[in-house]
């Protein structure tokens, strides 16, 4: 891979976005009384859908996040229901492209888990998973759905590797094993044939994910990578980060900072061009993005970020409008976009099939129902064999109670196996004693 340096002078090329501008949503349309995580692990903590918004928060014996429709904006209810089956702290949280209903999560107790939130929103606390997916043998950071297949979910944990989950059999069908230190995001491709990695061993990779071959990786030595993320069918990578001296390099955001960089991206020089910037005081914890189906057409929206605002408690929407005279639909700001029809069954792509994503167009707004149904396969099997490895054999403890009685039961069974190999050692010396006096009898008194 080649990298290729752009500066940052201002270019007066021209741009249909070039009058973009960030719109904050009125206080009453934000939403209010969110214990947002104060987790310091480096993600965004909150995932969004037409339907849904859902956001980690603070809470005590376990990981939880929240769950409420997208209209039900305003001040929520210091009781309102949340998820929490997680043993440990959440990490990540992502809503699968083709079911809205159903969001993945993943945690410090090493699972991941798949739930499927009611229609009308939580009415009490859910603590049961549709799925439970075990594997990783340390905490888990990340999860991405594949972007074309119905039930593929890539997870990447600090044991270094990533697997690939067949959620139709609830089951891991791929290890990719070829980090050296935690990943730190994934991306993938339009029809989801390559993912790209950031890694914290300082080096960007291309990797095509069934066989789990490494095609392309470069060393950044002068550019600490972050981020990283395909830019659809240009075959171009961007990533963000920070140089050497710490500055910051192609930062679209920051979780330090409460400004928002808004670049268009181009097949042509300068390939990537400043547009605007929108400004906030108020620093952000991470940013749910809406998908392009959940925008406002007729107001010109062309994208919607609700920025998490932890020292508030806040999640503020915000849009960012191309303004035009125009009350006609849009086209030229509006191509056409990924829909929620997935292009393969799981089945498909892990033989071999590429298939772009479904395509829809937001000239009528979107009000098409989506008449799959979600099955969580039924389990009885104990084990996960992956690449000829049982990885729930000798799983560590997921949470510091489940390390404490793995300690004090450890700490019986050493003091029984010490009880028993004192109480062997005694008879040994006792039957040592007996020989010697069987030897020690003179032939006379046999």
């Not at 990578?237 to 181009?266: C, H, K, M, P």
């Not at 829909?339 to 892990?350: M, V």
């Not at 098409?368 to 396969?377: G, R, T």
Request: proline fraction near 5%.
């Amino acid at each position: 891979m080649t990298v290729t340096k752009m500066s940052w002078r201002p270019t007066y090329r021209s741009s249909k976005f070039r009058n973009v501008y960030g719109k904050v949503a009125n206080r009453e349309h934000c939403f209010d009384g969110i214990p947002i995580t104060k987790n310091v692990h480096d993600n965004h903590f909150c995932a969004v859908n037409s339907k849904f918004l859902a956001v980690v928060t603070e809470s005590a014996g376990g990981g939880s996040f929240i769950v409420v429709p997208i209209s039900q904006y305003g001040r929520l209810d210091s009781h309102q229901p949340k998820v929490c089956g997680h043993q440990g702290n959440v990490l990540d949280i992502k809503w699968n492209p083709f079911f809205e209903n159903i969001i993945a999560s993943c945690s410090e107790d090493t699972s991941v888990r798949v739930w499927e939130i009611p229609e009308c929103g939580l009415r009490r606390n859910m603590t049961e998973a549709v799925m439970e997916l075990y594997g990783h043998s340390r905490r888990v950071g990340l999860i991405e759905w594949h972007p074309t297949t119905s039930g593929i979910l890539f997870s990447a944990g600090y044991d270094y590797k990533i697997l690939i989950w067949n959620l139709e059999v609830g089951e891991p069908v791929k290890m990719i094993d070829c980090h050296t230190d935690v990943i730190l995001s994934m991306s993938f491709n339009t029809d989801g044939s390559l993912l790209a990695t950031s890694c914290k061993d300082k080096k960007l990779r291309v990797i095509e994910p069934r066989s789990g071959r490494v095609l392309q990786q470069a060393s950044c030595k002068n550019h600490r990578v972050n981020r990283v993320v395909f830019l659809g069918n240009m075959k171009r990578l961007l990533t963000t980060g920070v140089s050497r001296w710490n500055t910051r390099q192609i930062a679209l955001w920051d979780q330090g900072d409460g400004n928002i960089r808004y670049f268009e991206i181009t097949t042509e020089k300068p390939y990537v061009q400043y547009l605007t910037e929108f400004r906030s005081p108020a620093p952000q914890k991470g940013l749910g993005v809406m998908p392009k189906h959940g925008l406002d057409v007729a107001a010109c929206e062309v994208f919607r970020f609700y920025k998490l605002v932890t020292l508030k408690g806040l999640i503020e929407p915000i849009s960012m409008i191309v303004p035009r005279r125009s009350d006609t639909y849009q086209e030229d700001i509006y191509p056409m976009t990924a829909g929620i029809e997935p292009a393969l069954s799981a089945g498909e792509w892990l033989s071999g099939i590429n298939r772009d994503p479904v395509l829809m167009s937001l000239k009528e707004g979107y009000h098409k129902p989506n008449q799959l149904v979600f099955k969580a396969p039924v389990k009885e099997k104990k084990s996960v064999v992956v690449n000829g490895i049982d990885l729930l054999e000798n799983v560590p403890p997921r949470t510091e109670n489940e390390l404490l009685r793995m300690f004090f039961r450890q700490q019986d069974e050493l003091r029984r196996l010490k009880d028993e190999l004192t109480s062997k050692d005694v008879r040994i010396r006792q039957l040592e004693l007996e020989l010697n006096n069987l030897k020690n009898v003179s032939p006379n008194n046999v």
